[in-house]
């Protein structure tokens, strides 16, 4: 397979850029072809602004949202930005690895969002009308294709528990699973997740690194986290409310939007998989 | 009062700049002393890196936790987070202003985050035994002061509703209300919220201007949302789950860490009270 491989961290010696290394020989083991974007190293411009779009006119108040559409349409985007396109369309698999600061992603990988998931490729795309809301949440331009974050977590795994006190860890990734990566069409792997990242000795690494060799040789096979597709029915439209009585018993928020196990196979709950702690 | 308004949009000629005018003459015409942080037009930079980190010594490996806690300790952090930290402990509330992009904040914002709370100032703050989990959630060093989010959006208000698509706006804001917000010892106000903001026109906007100006008529008396604070019982330590049984009726998710009423007296629900559609 073809996979992308960003990596979102600014020490290549650290904890994140040893996994980085046990993954990517993992990956070129298998005889997959491999490009990496290494954010920090490539020096990539984190905050969306008015040099982004070279062909808007320089009197005229930036407009993202236009600007982003018509710079897709026109391929007038910056070089790269348009090579992450490239990357993104080329690769089977994106692989997304970073620390997690402040229950998100750091800042520099949030800018390769906001900055390359342009109009009209990652969002504004298809028909909208009564019985569409675009191609988007299973659909879309990157539909066919699969992605896994791998994360380092410095809190303990209880503390991101169903009842733990910073809230679920699949809850905080939410909104990038299914809000970045499903809403333009990638099928979301359970994610890897290594907790109390600033105590990891030898034994943990070890453990680490052949859990994250685990997940990297499955990555066709293993079943994605059962989010709901937009346009099959279980969504009203325009309002885009899910129907009532398809959840499964007791869910609420967040949790909605996993559909419940179909011909009697249980689907892996999120983030339950792969999970490693120091 | 003194307030500090971080502002992370690239255009001062947008909604988002408009909003932003509306609420400093409001908070002036109060006589509020106000500071701002329009981070667009400092040339904030975004990304954590080395240079943050002007005593570390260029031969070892960049530690970020490490890093920010001596660095913090040793007031070595580098004059522009150094300068927002000071702010941020001179003013009673703290707002902050962003389009919401890709279900969270834009990299700019983010990265102004991840440079500014720095390890002993924002985390790893107070006491960590079997009795306390340091101070924070609801304690630390920003307690005693309120923060409230001014958030424009793209989609519609009714595909962020309980059953919405894309989540519930509420959720999807935990991790900033709670995590980056509540976490320091905020009171986090409920958000501003201005939905649809690609389809303003002028009626829209002087409706979303009047709801803006109640809001900050009335920082001081809004009712924060009802989070549960860390240390008070409510949570077991050091597991930090929380207590069975504590819950709202049917709560689950990030919904478990709001508190139940007291005294009779209902909390406002988070993000009901001022949210404007175009």
């Known amino acids: 397979m073809k996979i992308l491989y960003v990596f979102a961290h600014p020490e290549p010696r650290s904890l994140n850029g040893a996994l980085r290394d046990v993954a990517l020989a993992e990956l070129q083991a298998q005889g997959h072809q491999v490009q990496v974007s290494d954010l920090y190293a490539m020096g990539w411009k ?29 391929q007038s985007l910056t070089p790269d930005v348009q090579a992450e396109i490239d990357k993104l369309l080329w690769a089977d698999v994106l692989i997304l690895q970073f620390p997690l600061w402040w229950f998100a992603m750091p ?31 299973g659909e879309g331009r990157l539909a066919g ?24 860890i699949e809850d905080l990734l939410f909104p990038i699973h299914h809000g970045v990566l499903y809403y333009p069409g990638y099928e979301i792997l359970p994610p890897f997740l290594a907790f109390r990242s600033d105590r990891f000795d030898e034994a943990a690494f070890a ?13 066709q096979s293993t079943p994605p986290i059962p989010f709901r597709p937009q346009n099959s029915g279980d969504y009203e439209i325009p309002a885009m409310q899910l129907r009532a009585g398809l959840e499964r018993p007791g869910a609420s928020g967040f949790g909605l939007h996993l559909a419940p196990p179909r011909d009697g ?14």
């Open 46 to 74: 984190a905050e969306v602004d008015r040099s982004d779009f070279p062909a808007w006119d320089a009197d005229r108040p930036l407009a993202v949202v236009p600007a982003s559409k018509e710079g897709y349409a026109a």
């Open 107 to 137: 800042a520099m990988l949030k800018g390769w969002v906001d900055r390359v998931f342009a109009y009209g490729f990652a969002y504004g795309v298809g028909e909208h009308s009564e019985r569409r809301w675009g191609d988007r949440y």
């Open 145 to 168: 294709k699969r992605a896994m974050l791998v994360v380092t977590v410095g809190g303990w795994r209880e503390h991101y528990a169903p009842r733990g006190v910073n809230g679920p």
């Open 207 to 219: 453990a680490a690194a052949d859990e994250l060799r685990g997940r990297l040789r499955t990555l």
């Open 265 to 278: 196979v249980a689907p892996r709950p999120p983030a339950s998989a792969a999970t490693v702690e120091a």
